[in-house]
């Protein structure tokens, strides 16, 4: 997994987090408690890929950057960004908001 995420967190509840304590839940990895293959591999599928272009969006806003950066909160507060988009994405569409997904 750390070829994936790096770091790879464990929360105060146990629950696996990418980079950081505080980075938005809706990029858990799982918890440890219930940590299986088939978790594993469903991370994989489906919250991986958000996470990438979370990853992504970063480097690209940070692209002309000439200052220094702690590359860890950035990403941390660019998470919690994406979540409220999410959010007012499914508050405008709640039905079905994959349809009208906001990208970065």
């Given amino acids: 997994m750390s070829d994936l995420i790096n770091p790879l967190v464990i929360s105060e509840t146990g629950d696996l987090r ?3 304590y505080d980075f938005n839940s809706s990029f858990e990895v799982a918890s440890i408690d219930t940590l ?9 599928r489906h919250k991986l890929p958000d996470f990438q ?6 480097l690209a806003q940070l692209e002309n950057n000439t200052g220094l950066v702690d590359w ?3 990403c941390t507060r660019l998470s ?3 979540r409220l988009l999410h ?5 405008l569409n709640p039905i079905n908001p994959v349809e009208h997904k ?3």
Avoid: Q
């Fill in 36 to 44: 299986s293959r088939e978790e594993l591999a469903d991370y994989k």
């Fill in 87 to 91: 959010n007012i994405n499914f508050a």
């Fill in 102 to 104: 906001l990208s970065f």
């Fill in 80 to 82: 919690e960004e994406r």
């Fill in 72 to 74: 860890f909160d950035y």
């Fill in 53 to 58: 272009m979370l990853i992504g969006v970063a």
């Fill in 18 to 20: 990418p980079i950081a």
